[in-house]
């Protein structure tokens, strides 16, 4: 008879490097690219390497530590509180506002039922201009 029980992975080792990359996010609070990430550390005078970056975002997004999202083929990542949740997203300058929201999640749910599925899971991202960027934008308009 097999065993069927599934273990649930080792938890990663925590690294000098994976800790530098951990505190750069959690220091922006908009949705970055690991090359701008990269780059604001090496101005900070760190030595960790590109490929470094680009594996420990990868693993913060894997581990529940980071959002990861798709944007013009690129992927940007962003420090995220560990429950379920959604985001406010600027198009313009990427400010970035985490929420929850119980209608979606009904609305999942009943969606999800209504074609015989369960366990449903689900990422919204909804994108448009925060107050600032709409009022610079506005002036811009006024002003040409």
């Known amino acids: 008879m097999e065993d069927d029980t599934v273990t649930a992975p080792a938890p ?12 750069a996010l ?3 609070d908009e949705f970055v690219s690991a090359q701008a990430l990269h780059q604001s550390m090496r101005a900070e005078g760190s030595t ?3 490929a470094t970056v680009y594996r420990a975002l990868a693993a913060l997004a894997e ?9 013009a083929g690129e992927l940007l990542y962003r420090a995220c509180t560990k429950t379920h949740h959604h985001h406010l997203i600027c198009r313009s ?5 985490e929420l929850e929201a119980a209608a979606v999640e ?6 999800a ?10 990422v919204v991202d909804i994108f448009g201009l925060c107050a600032e960027c709409a009022a ?4 811009r308009r006024s002003a040409g």
């Open 63 to 71: 581990d529940g530590e980071a959002d990861a999202l798709q944007s």
């Open 26 to 28: 959690e220091a922006s």
């Open 93 to 97: 300058c990427g400010r970035t506002v």
């Open 12 to 23: 990663r080792r925590s690294t000098k490097q994976r800790e530098a990359v951990r505190e």
């Open 136 to 139: 610079e934008r506005d002036a």
């Open 113 to 122: 039922a209504a074609h015989g599925f369960v366990e449903p899971d689900h």
């Open 106 to 111: 009904r609305w999942a749910g009943q969606v």
């Open 48 to 50: 960790v390497g590109l």
